[in-house]
Nanobody, 115 residues
Framework: QVQLVESGGGLVQPGGSLRLSCAASGSISSIYVMGWYRQAPGKQRELVATMTDGGKTTYADFVEGRFTISRGNAKNTVYLQMNTLKPEDTAVYYC?????????WGQGTQVTVSS
């Protein structure tokens, strides 16, 4: 089993920034894809950004260069730096880690962008 613990969500004004963190523990594999998804009310969960064990990154089109995914030196922590936030970025953000044969999810952290 792998446990994912997220932090860093909150309320921010339009144009502001937030940094989300996700720490993985437990049966960590060196082969993985780790990243962030989000789900707004009434909408399906969607990919935001991912990073492979080799460091390759993928971003959703709506990111438009505003978000950056990175990881810690131990490679069991992933971050999402979100800049120039918009009201439409309001959602619950979920950390995800895919390892051979299994996908793991965090409990989610609320991000609200509002004035």
């Amino acid at each position: 089993q792998v446990q994912l613990v997220e932090s860093g969500g909150g309320l921010v004004q339009p144009g502001g920034s937030l940094r989300l963190s996700c720490a993985a523990s437990g049966s960590i594999s060196s082969i993985y894809v780790m990243g962030w998804y989000r789900q707004a009310p009434g909408k399906q969960r969607e990919l935001v950004a991912t990073m492979t064990d080799g460091g390759k990154t993928t971003y959703a089109d709506f990111v438009e260069g505003r978000f950056t995914i990175s990881r810690g030196n131990a490679k069991n922590t992933v971050y999402l730096q979100m800049n120039t936030l918009k009201p439409e970025d309001t959602a619950v953000y979920y950390c995800n880690r895919n390892q051979p044969g299994r996908a793991y999810w965090g409990q989610g952290t609320q991000v609200t962008v509002s004035s």
